[in-house]
C-alpha cells in the first residue's frame, strides 16, 4: 500500500511527522507538503506562478504552494505510482463545524477525493505545540485501516478530529455531523510603528453551537469525531423552493 501524507502547517509541523511515521505500520509513505505554514489556504491552488519542489530526504517533498497545490504536485508528479490513500494532517487545531470551509487541512483530503482517492483529514484539538500528537497518530493508523478494509462511500471523505488528550483518556470514536459556528469572531485594528492602521482577522477564539451529534460536541467531550463529508454543495431541499420561482 502507498500513502500519500500531507498537511496545511508545514513539512516541519510536529503534527506531519507522527502522521507519516506512524502510518508507515501500513505501508510505504511519501510526504508532500507546503514549505512553510499554509494554514486557512482553503482550496486556494496556485496558477499564476511556478511552484518549486525540494526534496529534503528521500520521500519527503516540501513545495512553496498551498495544500491543493501539494495534492496535484504529488499525484500527477512526484509520486512514481498513485497513491491507495490521502492522509492530510495531523493539524495543529480542530477543523470542525463551518470552520472546514477554511481549512487547508480539509482541503488537501477533498482535492484527493476529486481525483477518486480516498482521503482523511486528521486535526488534534490543541492550541499546544507539543499536543498528543502520536495519540492522534495512532488514531489516523485505526482510521485509515478501516478506509483500506472497507472502502469509502461515492464521493465521500472523512474529516477527523481528536480531542488533545491521552488514549486511556479518550472516548470512542463517534460518527458525527459537522456543526456551525455560534458567532463570527471580531476584526481587531491597531496602529503599526509607522502610525498606519491595520487590521487582524479572526482573534478570537471560535465558538460552536454545543448541539449533540455534532464533531464539536463529540470532541468537546472527549470523543474522537469523524464526520463523513462531501464536496456537493448543492441545498437539495432548496432546489424545491427555488422550483417555485418564476426567473
Ligand atoms: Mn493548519
Known sequence: MHIMVTNDD????????????????????????????????????TLHSPLRVFELRPGFYAVDGTPTDCVN???HSL???????????????PNLGDDITYSGTV???????????PAIAVSLAT???????????????RVARQVMANGLP???FLN????DCSSAEMRLPLITR??????????????????????????????FNDLEGTDFHAVNRRHVSITPLHLDLTNYESMKVLAGWSV
Open 10 to 45: 508545514g513539512i516541519n509541523a510536529p503534527g506531519i511527522l507522527a502522521l507519516s511515521s506512524a502510518l508507515r505500520e501500513l505501508g510505504e509513505v511519501t510526504v508532500v507538503a507546503p514549505d512553510r505554514e499554509r494554514s486557512a489556504a482553503g482550496h486556494s491552488m
Open 154 to 156: 461515492a464521493d465521500t
Open 160 to 163: 477527523v478530529n481528536v480531542p
Open 178 to 207: 459537522q456543526g456551525k459556528r455560534s458567532f463570527v469572531g471580531k476584526i481587531v485594528d491597531k496602529i503599526d510603528p509607522r502610525g498606519r492602521k491595520y487590521f487582524w482577522i479572526g482573534s478570537e477564539e471560535p465558538d
Open 127 to 141: 492550541s499546544d505545540y507539543d499536543g498528543h500528537f502520536p495519540e492522534a497518530a495512532a488514531v489516523a493508523v
Open 107 to 117: 482541503a488537501a483530503a477533498m482535492e484527493a477525493t476529486l481525483m477518486g482517492i
Open 79 to 93: 509520486l512514481p505510482l498513485r497513491p491507495d490513500l490521502v492522509v492530510s494532517g495531523i493539524n495543529h487545531g
Open 73 to 75: 504536485m504529488g499525484i
